[in-house]
């Protein structure tokens, strides 16, 4: 077991503390190797995410819609671990792996855009760690509690450092009635332990509501006047990449129209999971990938 950097939910109060990896990973004259200029670099470090207007296309990421329909007619897959209901409509919430289920999201994750960024910013080759479509349904789509994926992937998992990003792409329309991802800005550079022990196999009951692993209400408020709270918003292909330690959660939907987020989990082939902090069992594949770490190769998704 490699040394615990970042120890939470030992059962005891831990006052927050400054994160101790960097955010931008590559160094010296490779920090500009890649897409993203020196501005965009600098609005990472300091936010701890990337905002993208319309990305792709609508006409890209339509056809998605396509092959999950195709899965929710398939009765056996729709009963299996991968995927997750709503816990009060019973609902699709979330499938976990898509790259390993379809052909056109694995490309997705192999786009020279998205992958040129994310190799900048994490200052290696990466690999898949997760990946998920996280919907919510008009009127039902249940919201999420403020939490840092880096601390259930740290404790849960076993990865080591902060070292990894999400890059989640809207398949809907994301408006502030639908309940967007909100985030606070600035939060990524503090790591906020937690209290609670985690139970065995939290990860049955984590997926459909989060309560382990939740930051305290006092550093919440702290963070958040500091850096306030933002909810990008946008149209169908547009990007957002942010960082594993910032601050987020998710309101429930109470409109009509429906939110759909694809999310990759990139996490640098220098960062692979060691046993979990928490003493337990790894979780499933499909939540932390162990087998699968070999480092991305560039696809263009045109040919896809």
């Known amino acids: 077991m490699t040394q615990d950097v970042y120890p939470t939910r030992t059962g005891k109060p831990q006052e927050r503390f400054f994160r101790r990896d960097p955010v931008i990973h590559a160094r010296n004259e490779s920090r500009w190797d890649g897409p993203l200029d020196e501005e965009a670099l600098s609005r990472y470090e300091r936010d701890g995410f990337l905002w993208f207007e319309g990305f792709f296309s609508r006409e890209r990421v339509e056809p998605f819609f396509d092959e999950l329909a195709d899965m929710a007619e398939d009765k056996a897959f729709m009963d299996s671990d991968e995927v ?13 792996s898509m790259h390993t289920l379809s052909d056109r999201f694995d490309a997705l994750t192999r786009d020279p855009r998205v992958l040129g960024m994310v190799r900048q910013l ?9 990946s998920r479509i996280n919907d919510k349904f008009g009127f039902q789509g249940n919201g999420f509690n403020w939490h840092s994926d880096f601390e259930t992937w740290h404790v849960e998992d076993g990865m080591p450092r902060m070292r990894a990003l999400s890059a989640s792409l809207m398949l809907t329309d994301n408006n502030e009635f639908n309940g967007p991802l909100m985030l606070i800005p600035g939060s990524h550079q503090y790591f906020v332990p937690a209290i609670e022990q985690t139970p065995e196999n ?3 009951d984590s997926l459909k509501a989060q309560r382990i692993g939740v930051p305290d209400t ?5 963070l958040a006047n500091q850096g306030g709270i933002t909810a990008p918003k946008g149209r169908p292909g547009s990007l957002l990449l942010f960082e594993c330690n910032t601050l987020h959660a998710s309101n429930k939907n109470l409109s009509p129209w429906p939110r759909s987020n694809l999310f990759f989990v990139y996490n640098s082939v220098d960062n692979t999971l060691a046993q979990p902090y928490s003493g337990q069992e790894p979780r499933p594949e499909f939540l932390a990938a162990r087998q699968n770490c070999g480092p991305l ?3 263009d998704i045109h040919a896809s």
Do not use: A
Request: proline share 3%; no cysteine.
């Open 84 to 96: 997750i209901s709503d816990p009060d409509s019973g609902e699709l919430r979330s499938v976990f």
């Open 122 to 130: 994490l200052g290696s080759d990466v690999y898949i760690h997760q």
């Open 202 to 204: 939290n990860w049955k």
């Open 218 to 222: 006092e550093n919440l408020r702290f």
């Open 297 to 299: 190769d560039m696809k």
